[in-house]
C-alpha cells in the first residue's frame, strides 16, 4: 500500500519566508532571556520546596491513616501532587537546561533525577534531542504515538489499531513504564538503521540505566515506604501505587494534549532535510498545541500547557511561557500560521477524537480536517 | 606489599559503600545525598546550614579607595584556614546565578586563628562588569559560600632573607605574609618594593607593621612605594637601589603578568636561579584583553584544554569553530544532539575564559559556570571540563 496518498503531513514556509518569522521569534526569546534572573532562581527553588514538602507531609499522612481514613486520602492526594510537580514543573524543565544558568549543582539539567521510572538521562537524549529536534517527523520523533499509536495516516493502517483506544487508556495507567520501556524498545528497532552520530548511551547502558532506576522506584514506593509504615504497609502500598497512577493519568493527558489534538500536525523526513531556523521553528508551532487555564493549572502541567512555547524555546523558564503566549500568538497571525489552542475540555475531546479516528482506516477521498487546515 | 593490598581492600570497601549509599540515597529522593535533598527545606529556617563548600558571614564591606574595596568575612569552624598568600574560591548569587572568583586572602593568618575572620581585597575593573558585578552580590550580614584556601605562593620554611615586588593589588597576599606571624622573627632582611599608579592600597598598614617591627627590635621590614607615573616600571637600576644584595634573597612576585614577566626576566638576567623566584598573577584578569580580541576571534589563535577525567587534550583554534567542533577534531567523542543549542546535550563546565554564544553574539563571563559546546565559540584562552 502506498501511503502517500493519505499523506497529511505539511508544507513548511519557504526559507525567503522563514526569514522573518525566525528574527521575530528569536527576538522575543531574547527579550524574554534577558529578564532571566533572581525571579526565575526564586521560582523554581520554591517550587522544589513544595514538592519536597508535600512529599515528606504526605508519605507521614498516609501512614497516620490508622487514625483516620482521611489522613491517607490526604497523604495520597499530596504525594500525588509532589510526584506531578516533580516530574512537571521540576524535573522536566530542569532538565531541558531552563535553570542552568542558576550554576547550582543540584538543580541542573546534567545531574537532576526525578521521582519517575524512565531513567533521567535516557530520557534527557530522547526527550530533548530526538523529541524536541524531530518533533512530528514521523519515523524521527517517537513520541509520536509512542510506538503503539496510530495517529496520523502516514501510518499505514493495521488490524491492531482497532483496539488502540485500550492501548491508549493502559499507557495513560503505566505512562511512567511506557515511556521509559519505549525508549529502550525503539533503541533497538532504530539500531538497525545506519546512524553516523556517535551514539552517548549504548544499548547496553540503557539496558543497565532502565533496570536500575526501575528498581530503585519500586523499591521506594513498593518495598522500603511500606515497610517501615509496619502495621500500615498495605494502605502505604496502595496509597503509593494510587499517587503513581493519579501522576500517570496527569501527566499522560497532558502530554496527549500538547501534541495529539486534532489538529496537530505532522512531517516527513525529506522536508526536513537542510531545515532553515524559521522553518524548524514553523514545524514546532504546526506540531504542537496549547491549554488555557489558570496559573495553578499551568503549575501543574509544569506550564506544557503551553507547548506551542515550549517548543519554540525549549531552554526559557517554562513559568514564562504564559506571557511569551500572547506575543507568540500574534507573530502567529502576522505571518499567517495556525495557532491551537482552547480550554481543557476542548482540547482533550479532540485527542480522544483523533485516538479513535485513526483507529480505522481511512479512504484516500475522506479528507480530514487537517489537510483542510492547510 | 601485603598492606597496600590491605589498602586496596579498604578503598573497595569504602567505595561500595559508598556508591551503597548514594544508591539508596537516589532511590529513597531522587537525590545522591540526603543533605542536598533536605538543604532547600532547612536553610531557610537555617542559613548557615549548607552542604557544599563553606559558608562564611560579611561582617564588612568597605571601600579603601574609589576603586579597591575590602570584605571581611566570619569563616565558620569547619573552614580549614589558610597559608598567608594563599587565595579562596568566594561564590556567591548574582540575579538568581551562583558565581565564583578567586581572591586573595589580605589579612593576617594570625587574626583569622583568633577571630575567625578573613579580609579580601578586591579591586574593580572598569573593563570587565566582572568583578563590580560580584561585589554587587556581596552585602553585609548575608552569607557566601567559600572554598578551602588554595595556591602555592606561600613563604618556604627556609629562613632565608626576602625581597617582595608587588603590583597594585597584587599587594594582597604580600600584606597577608608580611602581617603573620610567620615572618615575624626569623628572617633578617625584607624588602617591599611596591609599584602602583599614584595610590599605594595599604600604605598606612605597611607603613605602622614596618614600625612595629622597629618597636620590637626586629629586623625591619624596608619599604619602597614606587609611583609608576613618575618612576617608570621595573628596571636594574631601581632593583640595585632597593635591594643591592637582591640576588641572594627569596624573591615573591605578585602582580598583572607583564610585570611579573619582566620581572622574572630581569632577576634571572642576573643570575636569579628560578627555584628563588616565586609568582603570582593577578591584577587586571586577561578579561578586558579577551574582550579586545572577541571582533578578531576568528584570526588569533586562541588555546583550549579540555580536561576529562583522564587526560587533559589541548587544542588550538584559528578559526571560528565551535567548542563541539573543536572537540571532535581531537577526536574526545563529546556527546550532543541538535547541534543548534536546543537540547543541551553537549553541555560542559567552562573552568574559565571567555567564550562567545554564536546565537547572541554575546560574550560570556569569566569565571566557572555551564555552557552548551554546539554553540559556544572561544574567544580567548578557554580550560574546559568534559
Ligand atoms: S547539541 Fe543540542 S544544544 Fe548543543
Redesign the pocket.
Known sequence: MNNTQFNQTTDLISPEKSKSLEKDLTELRERTMSKVGQVDANYIRRMVRIDRWSGIVGRISMVLGFIHPLFWVLGVALLALSKILNNMEVGHNVMH?QYDFMNDPHINSRTFDWDNAGDSDSWRHYH??EHH?YTNIIGKDRDFGYGLLRLSNDLPWRLKNTFQFGVYMLLSILFEWGVAYHELAGDRVFSKKKNSRKKRLSAEDLKRAFFSKAGRQIFKDYVFFPLIAGPMFLPVLLGNLLANIIRNLWTSTIIFCGHFTEDVHTFTQEQCENETKGQWYHRQMLGSSNIEGKRWFHILTGHLSCQIEHHLFPDVPAHRYVDMSKEVQEIAKKHGIPYNTGGFAKQYATVLKRVIKYSFPQKPDNTNGMTAAN | MNTSLKLDKKDINHKLKDKAIKNLNLSLVNNSSLKSYFEPLIQPFAPKWSTSLFRAKVTKVSRLTNNVISIRLKTSKQWTGFKPGQYIELTTEIEGAAVTRCFSISSSKDVWKSKRRIELTIREQDQGRVTPWLISGIKEKTYVQISKAQGEFTLGNAPANKLFIAAGTGITPIISMLSSKVVRSDIKNIDLIYFARSEHIFKDRLVSLANLRKKQNLPPINLHFIDTNEDGRISLNLLKNACSDFQDREAYLCGPGGMINETRDLLESQGVSQHQIHHEYFGPTQNHKMLETLSKANVEPREVAFHSKQSTTQVTSNSNATL?ELAETAELNP?????????????CTKKSGVVINSLTGRPSDTGEEEI????SIPAGNVQIEI
Open positions: 537546561g530533548n534531542y529536534t | 563541539l556527546s550532543y544532539g541538535c547541534r543548534m543549542g536546543v537540547c543541551h546535550q553537549c553541555k552548551q559546546m554546539c554553540i
